[in-house]
């Protein structure tokens, strides 16, 4: 088959490329050269054949007339969006000129790079531009956004473990859903659930919003945001003291149980009710439940770690399954990232040997405060690098990073597939490939498949993959080092640790026929990796009491922790315990008496993070940025259904439309995240008011700790 215009028709193999747990294989349909349709590949075990309402049209992303597909120079005010198309060639003259400049008065580390998992390939995502930036001397920008917080806990409890396949979710017969909204976050995985479901596996949701995927399970339990390590240690207290504890496995394989107990002996369901709203006889009945049906098992969603005490929070859940020996059988234990049985050697992607020791790290969502100079940095930023990252609406205290972005000696380049907020700010925009056009090998932290996406569509324009644009900036600076000059294809060659028993069987040969295959680990049904102990721990047992903890042996390098932020939140107690979050009601009286209500900011259906929410199907999907409210706080406040309000907090305010509803908690209430600030009302989003406080782990966020008051947008005009 061909790819002239010649009339043919062919499909290519591909996979989806956003930071979403699903990772689906998706066929393109390409005709006369042009891209005309995606679909979920049928055969996938996993995604079966299904995308999502974010990618299903994925080509309209890629043709999109809104697409940067030249280099752009800034021709007016920061922000104004004026741009003039430039060549690549006089682009990349431009940075190393601007860059050179600043390197000899200040040094390297005035330029900070900034990136995230705009793709999650392994070529092009994470780690594309750290040996570059390592190499070049810059600020190493540590990226916390994710999971970091949830990963530290998981690692100081289990280990790095996949944990539960994902698809012996099948076998479970108690399945708790926790802080995480699969209907919209983790579609594929669905099906798993529900099977189980139907075969009579009781389906819990732990959230403070009767979510979709709330609205599916047999029993939702509504919890007040950030208290969810009160109902785990109750848990505990109720499967110690009512003896349901399996001794077996606890003797042989767990780690300082005798401290664990005396820890939660006093947490009675009655007490954790009292600070998470959860009656207590339901408290008992989920610990008797989940400690005496056989397999049950724990999803736990990103948004567990998103509070002060998110850490500990996880750290608490990650005993549960020991505690009760649910880890013997296939689909009973915990699951969180999956990722952690890929074979990829971060370390060698990232290349820490380019480094110089000593090299400053910032955590990236200090940008605000980095940016404006209320860090005092020394040297200060002088010259900023986005690429797969969209700060100016996924990161807090958005007010300060706008006017950080608009400071006229700051040189910003980003590197986008469109003008965002961010690369609005830019001086220089460079263009951005989409997956159709580029080749690339995935991971997935939804399951255990292996991806690999051809490409569909030569480049459009001049847009360039990541790894093209690394490899022309390291030119440009002059690094002679062959890594620089390394091809895709021999990325791709070097990007796996081939050697590993995962990928025993796996070809890349077949990986570009069949479009993906599972890691070489036993089927589903069989998978139960933790029966005899064997957890990835120091000690080799899952850990109750956390010799991380008493090392101070936290860092992942796959995040490039380091910073003081980061270090601040070293923990120094070993054993799970509940730390109340920064702002609520009970423990923050003084504030709430302002802001009495506690926002949350999870995902949106419609879009993926900051991306789609410029796209015309997504954006219709989704509307506006609504505001979910309890009607006895509404009605409080004069606020009715669909109208205008105002939240706010002493960071900042933002514009919503109220929709009343009771799938929320009172005193709860709720702004999905991703709309754009340059289509919004007020130039605001929910970033606005939104705290840049870390959790107590990992320096993790804490978008679920937040107080705010909301009134009726007249209202506040007329306050004004
Ligand atoms: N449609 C869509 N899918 C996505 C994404 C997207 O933007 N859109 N983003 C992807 C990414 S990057 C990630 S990290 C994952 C995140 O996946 P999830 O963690 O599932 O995502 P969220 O929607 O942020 O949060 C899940 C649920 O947690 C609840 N929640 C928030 N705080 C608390 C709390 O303190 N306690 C409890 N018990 N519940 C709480 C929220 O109400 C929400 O319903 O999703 C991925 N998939
Ligand atoms: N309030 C609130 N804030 C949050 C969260 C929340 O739940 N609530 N979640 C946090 C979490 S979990 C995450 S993961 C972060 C996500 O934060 P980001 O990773 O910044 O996510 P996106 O908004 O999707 O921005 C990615 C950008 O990369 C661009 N891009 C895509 N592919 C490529 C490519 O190949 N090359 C280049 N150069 N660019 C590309 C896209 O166009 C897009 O603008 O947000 C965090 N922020
Ligand atoms: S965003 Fe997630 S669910 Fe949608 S197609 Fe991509 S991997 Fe699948
Ligand atoms: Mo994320």
């Known amino acids: 088959m061909t790819n002239g215009s010649d009339g043919t028709e062919r499909i290519v193999l591909a996979a989806c490329p956003h930071d979403c747990p699903d990772t689906c294989s998706m066929l393109v349909t390409v005709r006369d050269g042009r891209a005309v349709a995606v679909r979920g590949n049928p055969d996938h075990?996993?995604?079966?054949?299904?995308?999502?309402?974010?990618?299903?049209?994925?080509?309209?992303?890629?043709?999109?007339?809104?697409?940067?597909?030249?280099?752009?120079?800034?021709?007016?005010?920061?922000?104004?969006?004026?741009?003039?198309?430039?060549?690549?060639?006089?682009?990349?003259?431009?940075?190393?000129?601007?860059?050179?400049?600043?390197?000899?008065?200040d040094g390297p580390t005035a330029i900070l790079p900034y990136s995230y998992l705009g793709t999650e390939g392994v070529l092009n995502g994470l780690n594309v531009g750290d040996p570059f930036f390592n190499r070049l001397g810059a600020t190493v920008s540590?990226?916390?956004?994710?999971?970091s917080g949830s990963s530290t806990a998981y690692f100081m409890t289990i280990g790095p473990t996949a944990g539960v396949d994902p698809e012996a979710f099948r076998f479970s017969r108690y399945i708790v859903l926790w802080a995480c909204n699969t209907m919209s976050t983790n579609l594929h995985h669905w099906p798993f659930i529900a099977e189980a479901q139907a075969q009579g596996a009781k389906v819990v949701v732990i959230d403070p919003v009767r979510t979709r995927t709330a609205k599916k399970a047999d029993w939702h339990i509504p919890i007040r945001p950030g208290t969810d390590a009160a109902l785990a240690l109750a848990m505990m207290q109720v499967i110690i003291a009512e003896d349901?504890?399996?001794?077996?496995?606890?003797?042989?394989?767990?780690?300082?149980?005798?401290?664990?107990?005396?820890?939660?002996?006093?947490?009675?369901?009655?007490?954790?009710?009292?600070?998470?709203?959860?009656?207590?006889?339901?408290?008992?009945?989920?610990?008797?439940?989940?400690?005496?049906?056989?397999?049950?098992?724990?999803?736990?969603?990103v948004a567990l770690e998103r509070h002060a005490g998110g850490g500990q929070t996880v750290r608490a859940a990650a005993c549960l399954p020991a505690l009760t020996g649910?880890?013997?059988?296939?689909?009973?234990?915990?699951?969180?990232?999956?990722?952690?049985?890929?074979?990829?050697?971060?370390?060698?992607?990232?290349?820490?040997?380019?480094?110089?020791?000593?090299?400053?790290?910032?955590?990236?969502?200090?940008?605000?405060?980095?940016?404006?100079?209320?860090?005092?940095?020394?040297?200060?930023?002088?010259?900023?690098?986005?690429?797969?990252?969209?700060?100016?609406?996924?990161?807090?205290?958005?007010?300060?990073?706008?006017?950080?972005?608009?400071?006229?000696?700051?040189?910003?380049?980003?590197?986008?597939?469109?003008?965002?907020?961010?690369?609005?700010?830019?001086?220089?925009?460079?263009?951005?490939?989409?997956?159709?056009?580029?080749?690339?090998?995935?991971?997935?932290?939804?399951h255990f498949y292996l991806s690999y996406n051809n490409p569909a569509v030569a480049p459009l324009g001049e847009a360039v993959p990541n790894t093209e644009l690394f490899r022309r900036l390291a030119a440009t600076m002059g690094f002679d080092d062959p890594f620089f000059r390394r091809?895709?294809?021999?990325?791709?060659?070097?990007?796996?640790?081939?050697?590993?028993?995962?990928?025993?069987?796996?070809?890349?040969?077949?990986?570009r026929r069949d479009g993906y295959a599972r890691l070489n680990l036993p089927p589903a049904a069989d998978y139960a990796p933790h029966r005899d102990g064997n957890f990835p721990t120091p000690s080799g047992k899952c850990e109750f009491a956390a010799s991380m903890a008493a090392n101070g042996d936290f860092v992942l390098p796959l995040f490039r922790q380091g910073s003081e932020e980061f270090q601040s939140c070293t923990p120094v107690d070993p054993l799970p315990h509940y730390i109340p979050p920064n702002e609520s009601p009970s423990t923050n009286p003084g504030l709430a008496a302002s802001y009495p209500l506690n926002l949350m900011s999870p995902k949106s259906h419609a879009f993926l993070n900051s991306s789609f929410a410029n796209m015309p199907q997504q954006l219709h999907h989704a509307g506006e940025q609504s505001l979910m409210l309890h009607p006895a706080d509404a009605r409080e406040r004069n606020i009715g259904d669909g109208m205008p309000v105002v939240i706010s907090n002493g960071r900042g305010s933002f514009q919503a439309v109220a929709r009343l509803s009771e799938d929320v908690l009172p005193g709860v209430v709720v702004a999905p995240m991703?709309?754009?600030?340059?289509?919004?009302?007020?130039?605001?989003?929910?970033?606005?008011?939104?705290?840049?406080?870390?959790?107590?782990?990992?320096?993790?966020?804490?978008?679920?700790?937040?107080?705010?008051?909301?009134?009726?947008?007249?209202?506040?005009?007329?306050?004004?």
């Not at 999109?64 to 007016?76: A, E, F, I, K, N």
């Not at 540590?142 to 999971?147: A, I, L």
């Not at 091809?487 to 990986?511: C, H, K, N, V």
């Open 45 to 105: 075990p996993f995604t079966r054949g299904g995308l999502c309402v974010k990618v299903n049209n994925y080509q309209d992303r890629t043709y999109s007339p809104d697409r940067v597909l030249h280099p752009l120079r800034r021709t007016g005010p920061k922000g104004s969006g004026r741009f003039e198309r430039i060549g690549w060639d006089e682009a990349l003259a431009t940075i190393a000129r601007r860059w050179q400049a600043i390197i000899a008065e």
């Open 142 to 147: 540590e990226r916390t956004f994710c999971d």
């Open 244 to 301: 349901l504890v399996d001794h077996d496995y606890v003797a042989n394989h767990t780690l300082g149980f005798d401290d664990l107990k005396a820890r939660v002996a006093g947490f009675t369901p009655e007490k954790a009710a009292a600070i998470t709203g959860v009656p207590a006889e339901d408290i008992r009945t989920l610990a008797r439940e989940f400690a005496t049906t056989d397999p049950a098992v724990l999803r736990i969603g």
């Open 326 to 446: 649910a880890w013997r059988h296939p689909g009973g234990g915990i699951l969180q990232l999956p990722v952690w049985a890929f074979p990829l050697d971060w370390g060698r992607l990232m290349r820490p040997d380019f480094l110089t020791p000593g090299t400053r790290v910032l955590n990236q969502w200090r940008l605000g405060p980095a940016l404006t100079g209320e860090m005092a940095l020394d040297p200060p930023i002088r010259a900023l690098f986005v690429y797969n990252a969209n700060p100016a609406v996924v990161a807090p205290e958005q007010a300060k990073i706008i006017r950080g972005l608009c400071r006229e000696d700051l040189f910003t380049v980003v590197s986008e597939q469109f003008l965002t907020d961010t690369a609005l700010h830019a001086d220089i925009v460079l263009p951005a490939t989409t997956q159709l056009e580029q080749e690339d090998i995935m991971y997935s932290w939804g």
């Open 487 to 511: 091809d895709d294809r021999q990325m791709i060659e070097e990007a796996l640790d081939w050697a590993s028993p995962a990928l025993a069987g796996i070809t890349l040969e077949a990986l």
């Open 674 to 720: 991703g709309h754009w600030r340059s289509r919004s009302p007020g130039e605001a989003t929910v970033q606005a008011v939104n705290s840049g406080a870390f959790a107590d782990l990992g320096a993790a966020p804490t978008f679920s700790d937040n107080l705010v008051e909301v009134a009726p947008l007249a209202a506040a005009r007329a306050a004004e």
